[in-house]
């Protein structure tokens, strides 16, 4: 998670100060939290299900450098 704030701080939060026209960083709004949902129902009897959907999770993370790492 401190990967993704410092990628918010240094680059987001200065994108947004000027498309914005914001006279202060403290007017940007801020993220609160970040929720990913992925249905995963059958995994409860195949193991391998539950493999593949974390895989899929990290192999679409965007941006790479940030993705979660297990």
Same mark, same amino acid.
């Given at each position: ?11 987001? /939060?200065? *994108?947004? #100060?000027?498309?914005? =026209? ?8 801020? /993220?609160? *939290?970040? #929720?990913?949902?992925? =249905? ?8 391998? /299900?539950m493999e593949h959907a974390v895989g ?15």
């Amino acid at each position: 998670m401190a990967r993704l704030k410092e990628f918010y701080r240094t680059e987001v /939060i200065k *994108k947004m #100060t000027e498309q914005f =026209g914001y006279s202060s960083p403290m007017q940007v709004p801020r /993220i609160e *939290k970040i #929720t990913l949902n992925m =249905g995963v129902g059958e995994a409860v009897a195949d193991k391998k /299900i539950m493999e593949h959907a974390v895989g899929d999770m990290e192999k679409n993370c965007w941006p790479k450098s940030y993705c979660y790492k297990s």
